[in-house]
DNA sequence: GTAATTGCAAATACTTTGCCACGTA
DNA sequence: TACGTGGCAAAGTATTTGCAATTAC
């Protein structure tokens, strides 16, 4: 099964219906496996061309609420989302100047303080976001 | 010398000019030692009342370009404003119930990471930003 | 005196909601 | 059929810019 049923099988199962809307913007999201915007979603060619961004707006509301999507804050004026995936974690490569967005695949070096302060400030439901930010070899030459 | 001096001396010595409104958002920034955002900033009391958020936040921008401040996302719709200052690099916990952002003391586990990217990606003026997210013991219980 | 800075107001950008039509279950 | 979902358009919130008046140097 590709991560693609995979995912509309969860969004269904949580309680959303199938629709194209659905279907695409999960194609989508799995498809470029990195944090996008509204607008990009909206405007991402196949079948997103013909939904309108309200509906993307909403969709991605909902399946943040079922936790099958995160929104992400990247210095861009527009939110960022990127889909959630059960026991991946992801941290990014940004350059500031051209706004390319890089998957890192190192292993995330944060975990243990992460458990440290949920065990020292007694915060639950706890996650991190990482994010470098710098100028790539190609704007860094121009 | 205070914070505040010498922060405005900085500022001077990279060309702005001595105003009120300078100066209100640096005391105002070194104050709080945490991000804050335009909208704070601009109603943060004493002399900062009197300053237009246009005034605000074109000085940020000249305080961004100059390096005296980093612009952050950090999730909420309006953009976060924190001193940067030499040496110091901070990680913030953040409260995704009352939005309470407090500084994390604990060393930063990342730099080595940034290293390694910075040699392997050819990423020139590098910098992270970590952020943790979760739930605050307050907002837990209720 | 000169150039940077300010305030006001308007323009822009992005997000969010209302309402009714429509499609899925 | 019933209720979640979709499209359109309008409202809301935050950022950014134009321009003339003012202020720091």
């Known amino acids: 099964m590709s991560l693609h049923d995979d995912l509309l099988e969860k969004a269904r199962a949580s309680g959303l219906r199938r629709t194209k809307a659905l279907e695409a913007i999960l194609t989508c999201l799995a498809d470029h496996n990195r944090p996008m915007t509204l607008a990009e979603l909206t405007s991402c060619g196949h079948l997103s061309d013909q939904c309108d961004k309200a509906t993307v707006f909403r ?48 292993p995330c070096p ?33």
């Open 110 to 142: 944060v975990h243990k303080l992460e458990e440290e302060i949920r065990q020292e400030t007694g915060f639950v439901d706890l996650y991190h976001e990482l994010e470098f930010f710098g100028r790539c070899p190609k704007c860094a030459s121009a």
């Open 59 to 106: 969709l991605l509301q909902r399946l943040s609420d079922k936790g099958m999507v995160r929104r992400l804050g990247l210095h861009e004026r527009a939110a960022y989302f990127t889909l959630l995936l059960p026991g991946v974690h992801r941290d990014y490569l940004i350059c500031t100047d051209c706004g390319s967005i890089e998957p890192i695949d190192a």
